[in-house]
């Protein structure tokens, strides 16, 4: 069960985000309003959300999940792959720092990013992008395993993140679209294929047994509805345009 989050208020700057998703500039209002039902939401899940102000110096700043990974007791402070993103971690490690015991830091020539960390009970699954390489991989399950925990890799070819197109919902179930349908990492899964028409709420978030789904996607939905879950539905849109996803909006802990 998480209790915690953080999250990051949006910036005027992310109309300049990195973007890869064709989708046109966010609307920088809109998007203020969207996160705050986001934080709303994650405040009706039972967390207590600690928002941190916008840093206009980062575009993709609000894209807090890929700063660090939160584990048991402590955090694992990410180096991104992405090079005008590094700053972030700087930002937010003071926060960190009053809320969470041990910090690790991942070094030099490795790269990692939260987006490409999916945790199943102690396991984390790595994923291996173009934001997070094996050096880094290494490292993160160096760590885990002096925190008790294990971690493995899994190479991507088509996603920008390990969760762009799977997410672990909980109770043995998992949602997987693209070339995570029948990755043999993953057999042990009972798995929701995700198709390609609803690819986006691949990356649906599990809260306390609330899934949040991003709007538009109603097959995702009833799918997850049918394995006797709650689901709220969120408009997202804003963060859609620039790769973003629901888990990457915040830090659950």
């Known amino acids: ?86 700053g972030e971690v700087l930002q937010i490690r003071p926060t960190l720092e009053t809320l969470v015991g041990e910090i690790s830091i991942i070094q030099p020539p490795g790269t990692l990013e939260g987006g490409d960390v999916m945790m199943v ?30 971690g493995s890799m899994v190479a991507l070819e088509e996603m920008l993140h390990l969760k762009s197109g799977v997410s672990y919902i909980e109770s043995g179930n998992l949602l997987a679209y693209g070339e995570f349908i029948g990755k043999p990492e993953f057999k042990q899964f009972d798995t929701l294929k995700i198709s390609q028409s609803e690819a986006y709420a691949a990356n649906s978030l599990w809260l306390n047994g609330t899934v949040l789904v991003p709007q538009g996607h109603p097959d995702t939905a009833i799918a997850i509805e049918s394995r006797g879950y709650t689901v709220r539905m969120l408009n997202v849109s804003e963060f859609q345009k620039l790769d973003g996803g629901l888990s990457c909006l915040s830090l659950r802990f």
Do not use: W
Not at 6 to 25: E, N, W
Not at 44 to 68: N, R
Not at 71 to 82: D, H, Q, S, W, Y
């Open 1 to 86: 069960m998480f209790t915690q989050a953080i999250t990051r208020q949006p910036c005027k700057a992310m109309i300049d985000g990195i973007s890869t998703a064709g989708l046109g500039p966010p609307d920088y209002e809109l998007a203020c309003s969207q996160h705050a039902d986001y934080i709303a939401a994650l405040e009706a899940c039972g967390l207590v959300v600690t928002v941190l102000p916008a840093v206009q110096e980062y575009p993709d700043s609000t894209f807090v999940e890929d700063t660090a990974v939160m584990l048991p007791g402590a955090v694992i402070l990410t180096r991104p792959g992405a090079v005008s993103r590094r």
């Open 121 to 150: 009970g102690t396991h984390f699954y790595i994923g291996l992008s173009d934001r997070t390489n094996e050096a880094g991989a290494r490292q993160m399950i160096a760590i885990l395993e002096k925190c008790g925990l294990t």
